[in-house]
């Protein structure tokens, strides 16, 4: 079974970004994914929006603990049935073809694999110093969201706000080049359901609740002061040129 392989994508981001092999590895299958270091930035540098002790728990515990946890599940499965062209496929292969996955292995890798990759593109996606954002990405939005930037943060806060529970909000990108946002539940991915990521927004509780409690309004509020706009061009860029090699 021959499935799709996604070149690099932090190999674009080599100019702004530090640990770009690092961030390579989900899409090409390794014996063991390293655990990401936070790309460019310290623990401390998305003050005062994202505060420090957040940002430490949130990648040294949580995303840790979801790439020890995926890195199990892929070593039993792989054990259990080396014949499995899947299981030793990416962890990006694995995520795009979730219903072949056995059973006794979907749900965990679902879970977190999920949070593995979902985490990567949230870190991605802020940095100390945003850029501005760029006039092909403000196209695409203006052809979505016809009052423009206005409109498309009202309608991506919103959606932050009404999601019950745990989950992302996220713009993303389809097979077609147009733009949308979506709501995830927990650690589920848009790259499952062939779309693919340019901004990330994690609601989980542990994300905020340290520094702003309950009031999710607030952390949504000071987390676009962080949206590193000059990465999601990247981002968009780079799935525009992994569909023209797929084309190919």
Not at 16 to 31: A, G
Not at 82 to 88: N, T
Request: glycine residues 4%.
């Amino acid at each position: 079974m021959e499935f799709i392989r996604i070149f690099s994508l932090f190999s674009f981001f080599t100019l702004t970004l530090s640990q770009s092999s690092i961030y390579d590895e989900m899409f090409y299958p390794v014996d063991e994914y390293s655990f990401p270091q936070l790309p460019g930035y310290d623990y401390h540098e998305l003050e005062p929006y994202i505060d420090q002790r957040t940002l430490t728990v949130h990648h040294k515990k949580h995303h840790q603990g979801y790439t020890v946890k995926m890195n199990q599940a892929l070593k039993d499965w792989r054990k259990q049935e080396p014949q499995s062209d899947l299981a030793k496929s990416s962890i990006i292969d694995i995520l795009q073809n979730l219903e072949m996955v056995p059973d006794k292995w979907r749900t965990t890798l679902q879970n977190n694999a999920g949070g593995y990759v979902n985490h990567i593109y949230y870190w991605v996606t802020m940095c100390p110093k945003p850029g501005e954002i760029s006039k092909a990405l403000l196209k695409k939005i203006k052809a979505s969201f016809p009052a423009g930037m206005s409109e498309f943060k009202e309608s991506f806060t919103t959606a932050s706000l009404s999601l019950f529970g745990s989950g992302y909000v996220w713009l993303v990108t389809d097979d077609e080049g147009s733009i949308s946002i979506i709501s995830t539940k927990n650690q589920d991915c848009p790259i499952s359901s062939n779309l693919y990521p340019l901004l990330v927004l994690d609601v989980w509780e542990h994300s905020y609740y340290l520094k702003h409690q309950n009031l999710r309004a607030d952390y949504i509020s000071d987390w676009w002061n962080v949206v590193c706009w000059q990465n999601v061009e990247t981002l968009r860029q780079f799935w525009i040129n992994r569909q023209i090699k797929d084309e190919l």
